[in-house]
């Protein structure tokens, strides 16, 4: 079974940058599509980005496109998620997990399994 956690997150005003990490233990993850994920007090789960087991393929969630960029490090078994130009509104814990299912699109979070203990954003005005 995998394990995973995150670490990077912190306070920083709006216009600044971020840079979330996500590492696994356990068992090798660079099969996997991996997902990042937020959830803000009151609000579901919401997709922020994924990227494919190569690392060849992303996805963003129209929110944050153009702003934050998803990586991977396969050898290191760890996924990145950079975040520039932050808004108040993205304000969540962030949360890594890879896709184990296949029923749906890769935004749902009924896809992903495995998920770590997240990691606070908090961007202020």
């Known amino acids: 079974q995998v394990q995973l956690v995150e670490s990077g997150g912190g306070l920083v005003q709006a216009g600044g940058s971020l840079r979330l990490s996500c590492a696994a233990s356990?068992?090798?993850?660079?099969?996997?599509?991996m997902g990042w994920f937020r959830q803000a007090p009151g609000k579901e789960r919401e997709f922020v980005a994924a990227?494919?087991?190569?690392?060849?393929?992303?996805y963003y969630a129209d929110s944050v496109k153009g702003r934050f960029t998803i990586s991977r490090d396969n050898a290191k078994n760890a996924v990145y998620l950079q975040m520039n130009s932050l808004k108040p509104e993205d304000t969540a814990v962030y949360y890594c997990?890879?896709?184990?299912?296949?029923?749906?699109?890769?935004?749902?979070?009924?896809?992903?399994?495995?998920w770590g203990q997240g990691t606070q954003v908090t961007v202020s005005s």
């Open positions: 997990a890879p896709r184990v299912g296949y029923r749906t699109t890769i935004s749902s979070s009924y896809e992903y399994d495995y």
């Open positions: 356990g068992r090798t993850v660079r099969s996997y599509t």
């Open positions: 990227i494919s087991a190569s690392g060849g393929s992303t």
